[in-house]
């Protein structure tokens, strides 16, 4: 279980922005003031009145159990988002069986915001009638060491329902999406790759991965029920073509894959496209989930249902839309990453502040120590930012495509390379780049450039296209981009850190 527990002063909009957020996740919602009430078949004033607080916590406690599934007469397997009463967690023992259960959000507000809102609805609150202001004013101060206690806090101030409830879902890690098929994105342990309903899962890894988690995964499934088999194939973008795919084929029918099975796709970006495609295809399409082991893939490549190969003339020019039916995201799977690799997932990450998250390009302009020690964070809102993209635009046929930031230049550059540059090394030179043209064509201010390239220096990103690489090359590769229309290219240039423009340029030369 994991729940979503929302917790604070009364008048913080946990019932409101609870229920937002239930919708959002396809989740069940339960307000615990209003489950009490319906159980006792009387108000939460006439319960203070009649019986008591110390009555009304007893209740309480008891809701709790029973509503996150601790009560012994009643199992759980369903995450739900509970909001909870303003005072429910004062009791240490709820305060442990929340936080067990769970994650806990603490909503906070201004002592206006609350006034605000409470005015109206003061008498159905029994600790506060009378002069609401006095006794709101002790309550808080009464509690605030309590809730300066959580770490996960939000302040509901000057934003609306749906900003707060995107907030949390940023600072828990999950969404569903449904724009292109209904499944779950969850930053959380990779034990969690057992809550989802599996059918005869065979995993698909490459053998640098297998080597670091391949039988963690086998021992985990196992210890589900499943007797997984794994397919290994060989590590690399060099790899990606249309003979690793028809090696993945011959592999699923070997292993008897049929319908009702699942491909696991454990590995990066390389190993979530061509099992996504492989599963697309196979047998007109089987379900798989995505398990990243890469920034890159955790921040990017595993969300949006792209999947595909590349052939000699460019990356990614066959594939299909073909969303997993899961993605579980585990932080602690980059601890064996290898340093470059890492570095080179970054560019990512940076883009999608660049896009439309100042704080987390902020949080990368600090620097790789504090990335690493932020490093759940960094996912989740670098993950965030493609999410709210992709699901504005599942099709690609609008904005979605300021995600190509960066890589019209970039996957230019990293195929005229050869493949020496790193994907990453390649995008945040692209990045660079195109930030001059858009400062040399005025969209722009001067300067942001030099802020980027800044950002990306100081994590270890090259910004500059190597000498030895030939700018013919260059042109060429980006000519035959899956990007272009008939007469152009289209861009996705940043005008400041945050906000980036759909731009058409016909002359590429111009570009470089």
Known sequence: MSHILLYGPPGTGKSTIGRKLARNLKLPFVDLDRDIETKAGMSIAQIMEQQGET???????????????????????????????????????????????????????????????????????????????????????????????????????????????????????????????????????????????????????????????????????????????????????????????????????????????????????????????????????????????????????????????????????????????????????????????????MAEVVKHGIISDPELFKLCAQGLDCIRDNLEQVVKRAMSVKIRIIEDDPYEKGFRAALNLGHTVGHAVELASKFELRHGEAIAIGMVVEAKFAERIGIANNGLSDEIAAVLTEIGLPVQIPNNISREEILRAMRVDKKKNAASIRFALPVEIGRVELVDVANLESVL
Not at 297 to 314: E, R
């Open 55 to 345: 009555a009304f916590r007893d209740l309480e406690s008891a809701a709790l159990n029973e509503t996150v599934g601790h009560a012994s007469s009643v199992t759980t397997s369903t995450d739900k988002v509970i909001a909870l009463g303003g005072g429910t967690l004062l009791r240490d023992e709820n305060r442990t069986v929340a936080e067990a259960s769970g994650s806990v959000i603490l909503l906070m507000a201004e002592l206006l915001t609350l006034l605000g809102r409470m005015q109206h609805d003061a008498g159905k609150r029994p600790l506060l009638a009378g002069n609401l202001k006095f006794k709101l004013t002790s309550l808080l101060e009464k509690r605030r060491d309590h809730y300066n206690s959580f770490p996960w806090k939000i302040h509901v101030d000057r934003r609306n329902v749906e900003q707060n409830a995107h907030e949390v879902q940023v600072i828990v890690g999950r969404y569903h999406l449904s724009a292109m098929g209904e499944y779950d994105v969850i930053v959380g342990p990779v034990s969690r790759l057992k809550d989802f309903p599996l059918q005869q899962p065979i995993v698909v890894t490459d053998e640098h991965v297998a080597r670091f988690h391949g039988e963690k995964i086998r021992k985990l499934l196992q210890m589900a029920g499943f007797t997984p088999k794994i397919i290994t194939i060989p590590a690399g973008e060099a790899h990606k073509n249309l003979e690793t795919v028809q090696a993945l084929w011959r592999e699923f029918l070997e292993h008897g894959l049929d319908r009702k099975s699942t491909v696991i796709a454990l590995g990066g970006g390389v190993i979530s496209d061509l099992a996504g495609f492989a599963a697309a295809t196979y047998m007109r399409g089987v379900n798989w989930v995505c398990v990243p082991t890469t920034l890159l893939s955790m921040v990017d490549a595993s969300l949006g249902g792209k999947t595909g190969f590349d052939l000699p003339q460019g990356k990614n020019l066959i594939g299909a839309f073909y969303p997993p039916k899961f993605v579980l995201a585990d932080s602690e799977l980059l601890k064996t990453l290898p340093q470059a690799e890492f570095i080179s997932g």
